[in-house]
């Protein structure tokens, strides 16, 4: 039988003595094609690439990303919402994010890449503020398909308090 795995949001403190945003949205996040697939995709020997037949995501990975920092963003930020895209025109937020994720993979039995680049818009997009690379390696504690999802949520949160932190630093 075929397992699924989905990320999920933990409970994160918001930042000591944050300013409340106007408005913030996530205006896409894009993922490598490879892993836009139900199967799980990890590293194997050298340059292989496994993809599970029998362990599969449980929805669409990049839409759950979507929501887990979007999630994730709202708690840190101690926001009511964050909205993402698309929105409708004339609620466009004030401050937008665009995130590209250039890898998130690793070995079962290792560790994880997470990296990926940002973009920080105000002015409702019109204007870029900040740009960046967030980096992490992060340790797969449980050889298996259970550890190694529970090692992409983690980069996936480390990648949240990333974003946080940048948003907070530019008058959050």
Do not use: C, M
Not at 104 to 131: C, F, I, P
Request: hydrophobic content about 40%.
């Amino acid at each position: 039988p075929t397992r699924y795995y989905d990320l999920r949001v933990g409970r994160i403190a918001p930042f000591e003595s944050v300013k409340s945003i106007s408005s913030l949205g996530i205006r896409g996040i894009a993922l490598p094609e490879f892993l836009e697939r139900s199967g799980i995709v990890s590293y194997k020997d050298g340059h292989g690439v496994e993809i599970a037949d029998r362990h599969a995501w449980a929805g669409q990975l990049k839409q759950r990303i979507t929501w887990v920092i979007s999630e994730n963003l709202a708690q840190r930020l101690n926001q009511k919402r964050v909205w993402t895209y698309p929105w409708p025109p004339a609620q466009r937020p004030e401050l937008q994010l665009r995130i590209s994720i250039d890898s998130l993979v690793g070995s079962l039995s290792g560790q994880l890449t997470l990296q990926a680049h940002w973009v920080l818009y105000a002015q409702e997009g019109k204007t870029v503020v900040d740009d960046g690379i967030s980096y992490h390696l992060i340790n797969v504690e449980k050889a298996d398909y259970d550890g190694y999802v529970a090692a992409i949520n983690g980069g996936i949160n480390q990648l949240s308090d990333d974003l946080a932190r940048v948003i907070v630093a530019h008058g959050a």
